[in-house]
């Protein structure tokens, strides 16, 4: 249901997005020549401006659309602490704020895509860098892996500053968030869910409060004659 409400929203944006950005176009070549320069340049300052914004909705289009097609997952057996250590090592820098260490307790041999588990904690980091950038401090990431009864947990855990308690209960639903709407749309860990739960698993939160946000990653641990 909210994949296919996704899919509509993104075709009923696209159209006049397009029309307007093309109008704004025209309207500008029909003007521009007989302005003079002071007014030209107050013309085009103000296009930039509006060009801009219509850029930030084509962006939340596109936000539409990825949670409208996120694909079925191309699992892979292979082991989780090498990819989880390849993470940790590739985006070490990628948050200039956010620090990022791992521990693995465990190989575990997982069937998993590993595209589409890289995106699910490029989101969890990205927030968490977010979080700890608004407070103006800066953030502290691990990824703990280990193994219970039959699955993989890959648990993420950062040092605060915490969700905002108004956002808890409705965390994974689509189009919920905390941050301001010029800074997405809420689809983030509403794609992220569905992914885990296409891949037999789940993502959770664990807690949340002013020392840290927990989420954990629960795959199925591969099985004699997979």
């Known amino acids: 249901m909210w994949q296919e409400s996704a899919r509509r929203h993104a075709h009923e944006i696209r159209t006049p997005l397009t029309a307007t950005r093309l109008e704004l176009e025209s309207l500008s070549a029909l003007l521009e020549p007989n302005l003079t320069p002071p007014v030209q340049a107050v013309l085009i300052k103000r296009k930039t401006n509006i060009l801009?914004?219509?850029?930030?909705?084509?962006?939340?289009?596109?936000?539409?659309?990825?949670?409208?097609?996120i694909?079925?997952?191309?699992?892979?057996?292979?082991?989780?602490?090498?990819?989880?250590?390849?993470?940790?090592d590739l985006y070490s820098e990628a948050w200039p704020n956010l620090t990022i260490s791992y521990i693995v307790n465990d190989a575990c041999e997982v069937a998993f895509d590993g595209d589409m588990l890289r995106q699910v904690l490029v989101?969890?980091?990205?927030?968490?860098?977010?979080?700890?950038?608004?407070v103006g401090r800066a953030g502290h990431l691990?990824?703990?892996?280990?193994?219970?009864?039959?699955?993989?947990?890959?648990?993420?855990?950062?040092?605060?500053?915490?969700?905002?308690?108004?956002?808890l209960a409705r965390l994974f639903q689509p189009y919920?968030?905390?941050?301001?709407?010029?800074?997405g749309m809420g689809l983030g860990l509403a794609i992220s869910k569905k992914i885990m739960l296409d891949h037999g698993g789940d993502l959770e939160l664990l807690r949340?409060?002013?020392a840290g946000t927990e989420f954990r990653i629960r795959l199925p641990r591969a099985t004699k004659g997979d």
């Not at 219509?54 to 539409?64: G, I, K, M, P, V």
């Open 52 to 69: 801009a914004e219509l850029e930030r909705l084509a962006d939340f289009t596109r936000s539409f659309v990825a949670f409208a097609q």
């Open 71 to 88: 694909g079925v997952p191309r699992k892979e057996l292979k082991a989780l602490k090498d990819f989880v250590v390849d993470f940790g």
């Open 123 to 134: 989101n969890l980091c990205s927030n968490s860098a977010k979080a700890a950038l608004d």
């Open 142 to 167: 691990r990824l703990v892996l280990s193994e219970d009864d039959g699955y993989a947990i890959l648990d993420v855990i950062d040092e605060g500053p915490g969700l905002p308690v108004m956002v």
């Open 176 to 183: 919920v968030s905390s941050k301001k709407m010029s800074e």
């Open 208 to 210: 949340s409060d002013p």
